[in-house]
């Protein structure tokens, strides 16, 4: 059964501490991406991937970290320097060549 | 610079009525354009897309999009809303800059249907 996953659901930080959210999928996308979503903000990208090894800033990057290992993984890091890291996480990954983004489930960080 | 209005935060309709949600955006060419769904704490499903040709789209669970380039819009319609369409509703421009495929998200328009 083809599609995106992350995990966990739910992820709890606290102060100072960097946490890792996973974003997997079994498409054979090339493209991935990784956004936040606050209230009454609609999506912002964090970071972009198109290719394994290769990898982009998006809009916010600031406090965040990623990878690009393997074509079917692109984590995402939470650092300690995210100062407002309360929000629920996107992934999403794009066939090589196409425009359209196929999401995830999400993850909400909470920070305790 | 490029961006995504959604001029309504807040949507209400009756079970049965009929549905438009507004989406202008702004950018210099003819853009690639989306609708996308989400139930809430869930991630996002693609309602439709368009990208060239008839300007009159027709996407899943009944609804459809008319794409007008005069007044740089792509409204949301559905002739019968059922309650199950209650949900946040996004309008995505796609291709900005071209050839990194990003998208710009409006900020999203909230569905409720009365019974």
């Known amino acids: 059964d083809g599609g995106i996953t992350q995990s966990p659901k739910y992820l709890f930080r606290k102060e100072g501490q960097n946490v890792t959210l996973s974003c997997e999928q079994n498409l054979n996308h090339d493209a991935m991406y990784w956004y936040r979503q606050d209230p009454g903000q609609g999506l912002r990208l964090i970071y972009y991937?198109?290719?394994?090894?290769?990898?982009q800033k998006g809009d916010i990057a600031e406090g965040y970290s990623v990878s690009r290992e393997k074509k079917e993984s692109f984590p995402l890091t939470v650092t300690s320097a995210q100062k407002n890291p309360t929000a629920f996480y996107l992934c999403?990954?794009?066939?090589?060549?196409?425009?359209?983004?196929?999401f995830g489930p999400g993850t909400r960080l909470l920070v305790l | 610079a490029q961006s995504v209005t959604q001029p309504d935060i807040h949507i209400t309709v009756s079970e049965g009525a009929s549905l438009e949600l507004r989406c202008n955006y702004s950018?210099?060419?003819?853009?690639?354009l989306f609708w996308y769904v989400q139930s809430p704490g869930q991630g996002l499903q693609l309602l439709l897309k368009y990208f060239s040709g008839d300007t009159l789209v027709q996407g899943i669970k009944g609804f459809e999009a008319e794409f007008k380039r005069s007044q740089s819009s792509f409204n949301l319609r559905k002739p019968s809303v059922h309650w199950s369409d209650a949900a946040e509703y996004f309008c995505a421009v796609g291709a900005l800059p071209p050839g990194t495929y990003k998208y710009i998200f409006g900020t999203g328009t909230r569905l409720k249907v009365l019974a």
């Open positions: 950018y210099g060419a003819t853009p690639y």
């Open positions: 991937s198109q290719i394994v090894n290769d990898f």
């Open positions: 999403a990954s794009r066939p090589g060549q196409q425009e359209t983004q196929y």
